[in-house]
């Protein structure tokens, strides 16, 4: 008889914890999970798939307008948000339930409350006050939003969590923070037709971001007709009468509807039982673990947000995923957290994979830089002034390419497969005699000929 009452206790039903606790079960592990809020976690209930539906809902407008050039006519469009907010819970719901029954069904016992931890294999689930006996913990909290700064009346911002149930669409929004969150929502509000300034203290948005897509981002968004105030911070928020009003640290005043915080997110460790556990967490309170997600306590991990490594839903499930192989498949294995592809659903879109350039000239000696920023075949009859921008950054001594970068219509969905290359291991030679596919956008990818640098 086993001492304990189950092989793995997982505290969090988001990516990382359902991954986990899933593929442990297959393993034949008697496994039990916890979730305080609802199963699917931050991805699933208020990050990347609400979001990704709402930029959507935000892209018909330009659809519609460049539709003209092609012939069409469309009578003057209207749109109707509680309609998209009711829709896009329906599927938050359906999608909720899918998480459930496939838990259920791979034999994972779940627990609908919070869980904290009393020491290095007891659990106690809060609602029950049940304490649970378990070989292996791992702790899959993810993370949370936090409004910072704390201006003057900062109560009155709302964060990505309530953008995702407003009752009504604003007319005016202030979006606040350079991130790729509040580079997602300022655009689809302003793809919704709200007044839209993003407010973001750096000189560009999306820090960490290659240069030039971070140039070619601020542009494409100045042209969209959203206010960028840029090396600028919020110093207040000020409730008159119905609308806010904000002051700006160059002294700036603006009137709005909504402001939105979307300018740090921490791990979720508070009040977790970590510390009397003896576990191990950084300054910002990010669980500190080894490669094999492991921390200092040896029966307790942490993957996924919690542990702040690359956070990212993918990311999240490979994590989990790895850790059940180590611990109970009996098939050791670490996540490669180098090259991530990655996409930003800004209108237009990013896709990016490896390194930017800047980082690359730091870390390689020799690199050789190809460009290329041309306006789509399709803004030919539409008349959009948008522009696509690629870039394949290499290794000059080895020739292998070492980042991606794309912005333009679909990038998201070009960053997957070039993901594949640059795993690979891909030269730019292989780049070079890969046969375009033609008239697509993606075939400068494999025509750039000449360095611009
Ligand atoms: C607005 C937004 C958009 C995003 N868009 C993307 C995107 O496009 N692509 C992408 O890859 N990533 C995106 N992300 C990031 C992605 O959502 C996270 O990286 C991912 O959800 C992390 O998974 P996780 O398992 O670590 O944590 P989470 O998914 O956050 O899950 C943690 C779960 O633990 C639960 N929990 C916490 N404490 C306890 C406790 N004590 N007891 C029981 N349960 C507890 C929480 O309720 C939560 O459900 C986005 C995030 C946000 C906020």
Redesign the pocket.
Do not use: H, Q, W
């Given at each position: 008889m086993s001492d304990f009452d189950v092989d793995l206790f997982v505290?969090?039903?988001?990516?990382?914890?359902?991954r986990a606790a899933r593929i442990a079960a297959g393993h034949g592990a008697r496994v039990m999970l916890?979730?305080?809020?609802?199963?699917?976690?931050?991805?699933?209930?208020?990050?990347?798939v609400?979001?990704?539906l709402l930029v959507y809902a935000s892209r018909f407008a330009a659809d519609f307008e460049d539709a003209a050039g092609y012939g069409w006519s469309v009578p003057k469009a209207a749109f109707d948000w509680p309609t998209l907010i009711k829709n896009k819970d329906a599927e938050i719901a359906r999608l909720e339930g899918i998480y459930r029954t496939n838990l259920t069904r791979a034999g994972v016992e779940i627990v609908d409350?919070?869980?904290?931890i009393e020491d290095a294999h007891t659990v106690r689930v809060?609602k029950t006050g049940a304490r649970i006996r378990a070989r292996v913990i791992l702790v899959?909290?993810?993370?949370?939003?936090v409004k910072v700064p704390a201006v003057p009346g900062i109560e009155h911002a709302i964060t990505?969590?309530e953008a995702f149930h407003l009752e009504r669409l604003p007319e005016r929004i202030a979006v606040v923070g350079g991130g790729?969150?509040a580079v997602?929502?300022a655009g689809i509000f302003a793809g919704l037709g709200v007044e839209t300034t993003q407010i973001h203290r750096g000189e560009k948005l999306l820090r960490g971001f290659d240069e030039d897509l971070r140039d070619a981002l601020g542009e494409a968004y100045a042209r969209r007709g959203i206010r960028l105030c840029l090396e600028c911070g919020l110093t207040s928020i000020e409730k008159v009468g119905g609308e806010l009003l904000i002051t700006l640290t160059d002294g700036r005043e603006l009137r709005v509807d909504q402001v939105m915080i979307?300018t740090g997110?921490m791990p979720?460790t508070e009040?977790?039982g970590l510390e009397e556990a003896g576990v191990a967490l950084a300054s910002n309170g990010a669980i500190v673990v080894d490669a094999m997600s492991r921390t200092n306590v040896p029966s307790i991990y942490a993957?996924?947000?919690?542990?702040d490594r690359v956070?990212?839903?993918?990311?999240?499930?490979r994590?989990?995923h790895a850790f059940a192989d180590t611990v109970f498949g009996n098939s050791p294995g670490s996540v490669d957290h180098n090259v991530i592809p990655?996409?930003?659903?800004s209108t237009p879109e990013i896709g990016t994979v490896g390194l930017g350039e800047a980082d690359a000239r730091q870390r390689y000696g020799n690199v050789r830089i190809f460009r290329s920023s041309f306006r789509a075949m399709k803004a030919t009859l539409s008349g959009r002034e948008d522009r696509v921008l690629m870039k394949i950054v290499v290794d000059g001594d080895t020739d292998r390419v070492l980042g991606v970068h794309i912005l333009g219509d679909g990038a998201g969905e070009m960053i997957q497969l070039v993901g594949i290359a640059v795993t690979m291991g891909a030269t730019k030679a292989d780049f070079d005699r890969t046969m375009a596919v033609h008239p697509t956008a993606a075939e400068e990818l494999v025509t750039m000929r000449t360095p611009v640098a």
């Open positions: 505290i969090g039903g988001g990516s990382g914890g359902v916890a979730e305080e809020d609802r199963m699917g976690g931050t991805c699933v209930i208020r990050g990347c609400p979001k990704k409350s919070r869980a904290v809060l899959a909290t993810g993370g949370r939003v990505s969590n790729y969150i997602e929502f979307a997110r979720n009040r977790l993957v996924g947000d919690v542990t956070n990212l839903t993918p990311v999240a499930i994590e989990g990655t996409a930003v659903f």
